[in-house]
């Protein structure tokens, strides 16, 4: 008979299969997994036999969490990472060798932007800048050195929407990869891969988890574009916890409803302003006033546009005083959350772009980003009207 001391660590000795079935994925919490015998376990290990070794290179609640991602994104394969920098940091190191070059937007996450110092002056890479609404722009910037397109489908914080069904034709004309961050709209209003995406990548830290609860990234694409992301993943450690990929499990239950309200929010605001145009200018991709309306009433879902917009504050609205008199929009960072989000773009998630990035990028003090959230959208509407005209009058 073992002593409690050795009972007590084997006291949930069992085999899954006698529990019964769980009906929602179990959350395995467990860095390994215990092989039956020895064969088993190089079985496993040379991949002869299904099953998983070590929750780095794969663990089934992970897997559970992947395959939802894949049906949203219309992919053969998907990752589930440990934000959306490391997906976006793993798609470009699989896909770039030093010397090669990367077209980007001067219009994206500041995060992303960074990387073309820290991992563009460590691995060799150079970055170009091309408008990626305008084709011939972007045909002149790409060189015999460029290997990766990366566009965002709706670019922070400005809401431009470049046209990937044609980007995507010019990449797979010239052997580039077109990698697309499909944050702001997610695979349930767009799938890039359907339209020449190489590989889609996702800060599933917003709408997919959509509870600003769980930090997480995804890539996704075919099999084998897929397959060195996944190595160079398992190198750098940057998995998602299989606690964060259940979170995300459970987020991506309510996706269609949650984007689909979020859409609806966003329309009623985004309409709902279009009186208050003397103290401020709304940039949302569901207002025919937007310059890429078209392209996404015809790509988009049912042509909804999400929750996320601008604000462009006119001159005497005071940008402090607008987000200060804001109630029911929480002053934070992130997005697609079920609450309400404001954040200026110029101090907060771009703050690191130099002052021409900046100006490239059509940053300045009074461009506001929201991002609508599942309230009540009259009482959101309500809360913005009212911090619109105290933020004037305070001025
Ligand atoms: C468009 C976009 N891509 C990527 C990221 C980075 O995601 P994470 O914070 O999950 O690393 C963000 C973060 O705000 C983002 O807005």
């Not at 999400?306 to 609205?317: H, K, R, S």
């Amino acid at each position: 008979m073992p002593k409690r001391q050795t009972s007590a660590l084997h006291a949930h000795d069992h085999r899954a299969s006698t529990l019964g079935e769980s009906l929602t994925p179990p959350l395995y919490l467990t860095s390994s997994f215990r092989f039956g015998n020895y064969h088993e376990g190089t079985e496993v290990a040379r991949g002869e036999h299904p099953g998983y070794v070590y929750t780095r290179s794969g663990n089934p609640t992970t897997d559970a969490a992947s395959q939802v991602v894949s049906v949203w994104e219309g992919a053969e394969a998907s990752l589930v990472l440990a934000s959306g920098m490391a997906a976006i940091s793993a798609s470009l190191l699989s896909l770039a060798r030093p010397g090669d070059e990367v077209l980007m937007s001067p219009v994206q996450y500041g995060g992303t932007y960074a990387v073309r110092h820290g991992l563009g002056d460590a691995y060799g890479l150079k970055f170009r800048f091309a408008d990626m609404t305008n084709l011939d722009e972007v045909a002149a910037a790409l060189t015999a050195a460029t290997r990766v397109v990366l566009v965002e489908t709706i670019a922070n914080p400005g809401m431009v929407v470049p046209p990937v069904d044609r980007l995507g034709q010019m990449c797979r004309d010239r052997g580039i990869a077109l990698i697309v961050d499909n944050t702001f709209a997610t695979g349930y209003l767009y799938q890039p891969l359907a339209d020449g995406a190489t590989l889609v990548v996702n800060s599933a830290t917003k709408y997919m988890n959509g509870h600003g609860d769980t930090l997480a990234g995804t890539v996704s694409g075919t099999a084998a574009a897929v397959a060195p992301v996944k190595a160079l993943v398992s190198q750098m450690g940057s998995i998602a916890s299989p606690f964060a990929a259940y979170m995300l499990w459970r987020g991506l239950a309510t996706l269609p409803l949650r984007m689909g309200a979020h859409s609806r929010h966003g329309m009623v605001v985004a309409e709902g302003l279009a009186d208050m145009a003397p103290y401020a200018r709304v940039i949302y991709p569901g207002l025919e006033s937007h310059p890429q309306h078209q392209w996404v009433r015809e790509h988009f879902d049912a042509g909804q546009a999400g929750g996320m917009m601008a604000l462009e504050l006119a001159d005497d609205v005071s940008p402090e005083a607008f987000m200060d008199s804001l109630e029911l929009f929480s002053r934070a960072v992130s997005l697609g959350d079920a609450t309400s989000l404001v954040e200026q773009p110029g101090s907060l998630t771009h703050r690191s772009l130099t002052a021409d990035e900046l100006g490239a990028a059509g940053i300045h003090p009074h461009l506001i980003r929201l991002s609508v959230g599942l309230e009540n959208p009259d009482d959101l509407l309500q809360d913005l009207r009212q911090a619109l005209l105290s933020a004037r009058r305070a001025n």
